[in-house]
T-cell receptor, first 113, second 116 residues
Framework: AQSVTQPDIHITVSEGASLELRCNYS??????LFWYVQSPGQGLQLLLK??????LVQGIKGFEAEFKRSQSSFNLRKPSVHWSDAAEYFC???????????FGSGTKLNVKP | EAQVTQNPRYLITVTGKKLTVTCSQN?????MSWYRQDPGLGLRQIYY???????DKGDVPEGYKVSRKEKRNFPLILESPSPNQTSLYFC???????????????FGPGTRLTVL
């Protein structure tokens, strides 16, 4: 069965520090991979996506993610976190011709001043 | 402004009282989908639709119905709500995926439903 695992429920980093959020997926074929961000009381906003090509993808707000097929991972990174990055982050996979989606349980990011 | 709208934004109801949550998009998208968000579980897909009169089950369709009679609208129907359907619901829309490209899903603001 398809699944997405985000092993870190909460992460706290200091402003200006680097960030890495982990995501592992389970799917037999190459999935379409996404990272979304949800600010409190808001809907979801797409940060970046990957299906093929360069395994390092750039997104909005200075985020990037790297697809590693051997590890079934799609980790999100940012070199220097800003206080406005505090939010909940969701990894997702699109399967079955990209019509069905599975989301991870989310990682809440806190940013210390 | 391109957007996905949902109504109502907040709803408190009682067990067994039928309700409908509306979803409308103004981007002429073929694909629409409903999700529920619960703490610790992330978002789970309820139903999706690839076009008018074409709907299919997501991961958690039990207790829900949908219809797609017009391209812009995709209402979510709870015929007999139960307390375990208390959740935050999101509607989303996008262009239809191709074999190699999957356009961005645009999400509505969410509907917080409480079933007593």
């Amino acid at each position: 069965a398809q699944s997405v695992t985000q092993p870190d429920i909460h992460i706290t980093v200091s402003e200006g520090a680097s960030l890495e959020l982990r995501c592992n997926y389970s799917y037999g074929a190459t999935p379409y991979l996404f990272w979304y961000v949800q600010s409190p009381g808001q809907g979801l906003q797409l940060l970046l996506k990957y299906f093929s090509g360069d395994t390092l993808v750039q997104g909005i707000k200075g985020f990037e993610a790297e697809f590693k097929r051997s590890q079934s991972s799609f980790n999100l990174r940012k070199p220097s976190v800003h206080w406005s990055d505090a939010a909940e982050y969701f990894c997702a996979v699109g399967v079955y011709n990209f019509n069905k989606f599975y989301f991870g349980s989310g990682t809440k990011l806190n940013v210390k001043p | 402004e391109a957007q996905v709208t949902q109504n109502p934004r907040y709803l408190i109801t009682v067990t067994g009282k039928k309700l409908t949550v509306t979803c409308s998009q103004n981007m002429n998208h073929e694909y629409m989908s409903w999700y529920r968000q619960d703490p610790g579980l992330g978002l789970r897909q309820i139903y999706y639709s690839m076009n008018v009169e074409v709907t299919d089950k997501g991961d958690v369709p039990e207790g829900y119905k949908v219809s797609r009679k017009e391209k812009r609208n995709f209402p979510l129907i709870l015929e007999s709500p139960s307390p375990n359907q208390t959740s935050l619901y999101f509607c989303a829309s996008s262009s239809l995926p191709t074999l190699t490209e999957r356009g961005e899903q645009f999400f509505g603001p969410g509907t917080r439903l409480t079933v007593l």
